[in-house]
Nanobody
Framework: QVQLVESGGGLVQAGGSLGLSCAASGRISRINDMGWYRQAPGKQRELVERITSGATTTYADSVKGRFTISRDNAANAVYLQMNSLKPEDTAVYYC??????????WGQGTQVTVSS
């Protein structure tokens, strides 16, 4: 059984930085895309940034120039470096893996809170 476990969330002041990590436990093969999504209270889950197996990235305009996604294929891990954080970045952040077989896995979420 595959599980994704996020870590690195927390409380930070506006302008600060946080790094998120996501690692998979269990057997998972042929991961295509890895990504980070977030969901703020009362809002729909939205894409933050996503990276393909070929390292092509897609990101939300709101995080352009501030957040950077990276992946370690050998470790089946994905990371999100968040700089210049704003209060509107406050949300629960979820990692996602999609495989070539069509499976999609979500992490349990980690809270990021940015105080003004």
């Amino acid at each position: 059984q595959v599980q994704l476990v996020e870590s690195g969330g927390g409380l930070v002041q506006a302008g600060g930085s946080l790094g998120l990590s996501c690692a998979a436990s269990g057997r998972i093969s042929r991961i295509n895309d890895m990504g980070w999504y977030r969901q703020a209270p009362g809002k729909q889950r939205e894409l933050v940034e996503r990276i393909t197996s070929g390292a092509t990235t897609t990101y939300a305009d709101s995080v352009k120039g501030r957040f950077t996604i990276s992946r370690d294929n050998a470790a089946n891990a994905v990371y999100l470096q968040m700089n210049s954080l704003k209060p509107e970045d406050t949300a629960v952040y979820y990692c996602l893996y999609s495989t070539s077989a069509g499976f999609v896995y979500w992490g349990q979420g980690t809270q990021v809170t940015v105080s003004s």
